[in-house]
């Protein structure tokens, strides 16, 4: 049984996170936090940047690796927001403000579980802490920038949201800037080519085209397209070109360069990938931690959304306490009961394989 101290912590921790501005690419405030937090435990840790990362105590260079990784970024208040999103306040069980939700709560509980397991002399593997930045807008100055200062990793247990369930494949994201190119006129004769209908010949494409391999876990490629634009700010002209946004959802049935090499050859549009980091990631149903959670009662799932586990170059699972489907709204919370229940999740979770 783990001590409530931790639980404690954790909160504690996690109130002090949300006071503390981090938006993605100024989480100074926030790693200081954490560094101070681990410090006072007598846990010696590293920093990059503003990731922070620990080992276990008794680290040993011949065993296997488990990295624990959440991050500690958030995205900006949801306009609509009520309350003080840097008041961590406590209304009947919650605990709201930003990012208490995603992915405050994961990354205490996942601190709480290092804490537990960080002094005990005989474990099989390794443990490794990486509390990151910039996970809400894939920067590569967050988990990406230490990958190469870790030990090998075998195993990662990626902290978000998932009400504890077993999030056990993730799509994988690539964006990408289109163009349609036209002919500007005066659009009071006929003159010109018009880009925008160009486009929407090409949007028409992404709305009605499906992949024809299906994931058992991921289900089919989703593409959407999010943004159009035009440099043209006249009525009276038609305009030269047209450029939009396209979210490309990927499942482990491909990988991103099939899926570009499908859509250029079907649309005419200039089609500009800003990324192809963000790939399919996931784990087999038959490992070990994978059984764990099944036999604790735990249901697995693939997830639509995309996490650092996408640039995590190991075998990993998305678990932790939580609803993503709070993320990113108004008046985000937490309840304190699911920051235990992570806790409890997790600690049982490796105690399987540790």
Known sequence: MWNLQLYEDAVKLLKQLIATPSFSREEQGTAQLIGAMLAEKGVAYNQHLNN?????????PSKPTVLLNSHHDTVKPNPQYTRDPFSPDVVDGKLYGLGSNDAGGCLVSLIATFLHYYDQPDLRYNLVIAPTAEEEVSGTNGIESILSQLPPITLAIVGEPTQTQL????????????????????????EGENAIYKAIQDINWFREYQFPEVSETLGPVKMTVTVINTSNKAHNVVPA?????????????????????????????????????MRPSGIALDHPIVQAGMRMGKTWYGSPTTSDQALIPATSIKIGPGDSARSHTADEFIYLEEISQGIDTYIKLLSEIL
């Not at 946004?245 to 099939?258: A, G, I, N, Q």
């Not at 899926?259 to 649309?267: D, G, K, M, S």
């Not at 500009?272 to 980091?277: D, E, F, K, Q, Y």
């Open 52 to 60: 922070i990362w620990a080992q276990n105590k008794y680290f040993d």
């Open 241 to 277: 070109d047209c450029s939009f946004v396209v979210d490309v959802r990927v499942t482990d049935k491909y990988t991103l360069e099939e899926v570009l090499a499908t859509i250029t050859q079907n649309v005419s549009c200039t089609v500009a990938p800003r990324s192809m980091r």
């Open 167 to 190: 999030a056990i494949a993730e799509k994988g994201l690539m964006v990408l800037d289109c163009t349609s190119h036209g002919k500007a006129g005066h659009a009071a004769r006929n």
